[in-house]
């Protein structure tokens, strides 16, 4: 099994920067990839970004050439770097690994709110 926490979320001014953190712990060997996801008031959630053990990452169109997503394998944690944040960023932001087994785990949320 695999703990996920995040961090770094916050308010921010549209235009501004976030960057938040993911880390992992327990069964690490397990881990196929991990990523973030996020959901707004009265939508679904969504993945925004993720990276494979191997270092492949995969964006949603919506936050291309704006987020990047990174990894340190040594400290089984990712980063979501956001630049030139936009109101519709505006979600709860959560962590998710991907398992071996086929398996997820999810982070508890962190949220992250764009407005003037």
């Known amino acids: 099994q695999v703990q996920v926490v995040e961090s770094g979320g916050g308010l921010v001014q549209p235009g501004g920067s976030l960057r938040l953190s993911c880390a992992a712990s327990?069964?690490?060997?397990?881990?196929?990839?991990m990523g973030w996801y996020r959901q707004a008031p009265g939508k679904q959630r969504e993945p925004v970004a993720s990276?494979?053990?191997?270092?492949?990452?995969s964006y949603a169109d919506s936050v291309k050439g704006r987020f990047t997503i990174s990894r340190d394998n040594g400290q089984n944690t990712v980063y979501l770097q956001m630049n030139n944040l936009k109101p519709e960023d505006t979600a709860v932001y959560y962590c998710n690994v991907l398992l071996r087994n086929g398996g997820l785990s999810w982070g508890q949320g962190t949220q992250v709110t764009v407005s003037s």
């Open positions: 327990g069964s690490i060997f397990s881990i196929l990839a």
């Open positions: 990276v494979t053990n191997g270092g492949s990452t």
